[in-house]
């Protein structure tokens, strides 16, 4: 497979959820941001890993890693406590989903996925008023079996 179907299959498990649809959860695009929502899921790629092989004759395990950068409209509640709890909430939503998923619903090639660490809560402003996001670290180990062409 490759880091591009872990990608859109990770997505699909977002949109599974009933808080996220496609106005609001996107692969790569911003711009779902202007568009008045309150929540929000952008997904980055994130660095590889690792990668070796692992078996004859090339058996090749790699370790992706998928940015999902979780976003709440701090405007639309004008209290910071408030969207603060309200990230924390929709940020457990997203570790109780993914671990009910450890193959991203069963992507070839795919051995274990898991939401492997978060990182501080930030606020930007945006076009859309001013936003408080988190981002999330999804780790997905890949095998794969590659014919040797020489």
């Known amino acids: 497979m490759s880091y591009d179907s872990i ?3 990770v997505l699909t498990l977002v949109q599974v959820l009933a808080n996220y649809t496609t106005a609001n959860s996107s692969r790569r695009d911003h711009r779902i941001l202007a568009k008045g ?9 994130g ?11 090339r058996r090749i395990r790699t370790v992706w ?5 979780l976003y709440r409209n701090y405007f639309s509640t004008r209290v910071l406590a408030t969207a603060i709890n309200l990230l924390e909430t929709d940020h457990q939503e997203l570790l109780d989903h993914f671990d009910k998923y450890p193959t991203l ?5 795919v051995i274990h996925s898991f939401i492997a660490g978060a990182g501080d809560i930030d606020m930007f ?3 859309n008023g001013q936003w408080l996001v988190r981002r999330l670290v999804l780790q997905t180990e890949e095998r794969i079996t590659v014919t040797i062409a020489e």
């Open 125 to 127: 402003i945006g076009e």
């Open 105 to 109: 619903n069963g992507v070839s090639g």
């Open 37 to 45: 929502v309150v929540r929000a899921v952008v997904l980055m790629p």
């Open 65 to 69: 890693s998928t940015q999902i950068d």
């Open 47 to 57: 660095p590889v890993l690792d990668r070796e092989v692992v078996q004859a004759p």
């Open 7 to 9: 990608e859109a299959a």
